[in-house]
């Protein structure tokens, strides 16, 4: 059974700093893509980053580039979202996914959801 479990949210003032974990288990994810989502109350979910587990390739969203930085420890099978320099825009209930070779890692359906963990920027 495939489990993503995010966690690192919180409460932080703009210009501060959190790294979102999301630990995977249940299945070999060599020939995955793993996602960062993010759904603002009242807003339709949206993309945020997306990295290759077998290889380098990262893919972010315009509004984070520069400010967050996706990453994979494939020994801990975790995948990490550095976020700095945050704004009060970033506040959302952020979701790691897994797709099997997504022809889109933006727009493909994924396969496998976490329960999301809160972030939250003061002003």
């Known amino acids: 059974q495939v489990q993503l479990v995010e966690s690192g949210g919180g409460l932080v003032q703009a210009g501060g700093s959190l790294r979102l974990s999301c630990a995977a288990s249940g299945r070999t994810f060599s020939s995955y893509t793993i996602g960062w989502f993010r759904q603002a109350p009242g807003k339709e979910r949206e993309f945020v980053a997306a990295i290759s587990w077998s290889g380098p390739r990262t893919s972010y969203t315009d509004s984070v580039k520069g400010r967050f930085t996706i990453s994979r420890d494939i020994a801990k099978n975790t995948v990490y979202l550095q976020m700095n320099n945050l704004k009060p825009e970033d506040t959302a209930v952020y979701y790691c996914?897994?797709?099997?070779?997504?022809?889109?890692?933006?727009?493909?359906?994924?396969?496998?959801w976490g329960q999301g963990t809160q972030v939250t920027v003061s002003s």
């Open positions: 996914a897994a797709a099997r070779s997504p022809r889109s890692w933006d727009t493909s359906p994924y396969d496998y």
